[in-house]
């Protein structure tokens, strides 16, 4: 049995409509990444939506690159320590950062829907959350992806499931 994970999703972006049923992929893609690492404590994320001009402030700002990204993860613990929200118990994991106008621009690239790239990139930040890193490539970045696409599999999201481009 694993634990609940509280999903606080904010949109600061109006660039790009959010389609329906997004913030429950959110939460949905939060809740199969912990329940595939065996997390069983009750946990808290952040997730915000913004646009390339503010993701690009972050980026500049945290990682000294002047460009914007399609997502950003800024993990609150290390070592799989976290801190707790001293009102809930829950272990606060960290914010997940998307810009919202990038994974767009990434799901035509791509060639698949703007969910699944919303769900790749809520899972890739949630591996990171958990302390993983692709950084340095290697083994450790394998294991991410093969994580990524188990969830995303197991989500029905899997690589090219969708051609189709929501026309909102």
Known sequence: MTGKVKVVITNDQKVCKIPTGVRMLV???????????GFEDTAEVSVTFVDDEAIRTLNNQFRNIDASTDVLSFPLGENG??????????????????????????AETYGHSLQREIGFLTVHSMLHLLGYDHVNGGIESVRMREKEETV?????LKRNASYYMDKE
């Open 27 to 37: 939460r949905r893609c939060c809740n199969a990444v912990l329940s595939l690492e």
């Open 81 to 106: 320590v976290y801190d707790k929200n001293p009102d809930t118990g829950a272990l606060l994991l960290g914010d997940i950062v998307i810009s919202i106008p990038h994974a767009v621009s990434q």
């Open 152 to 156: 995303l599999t197991q989500l029905g």
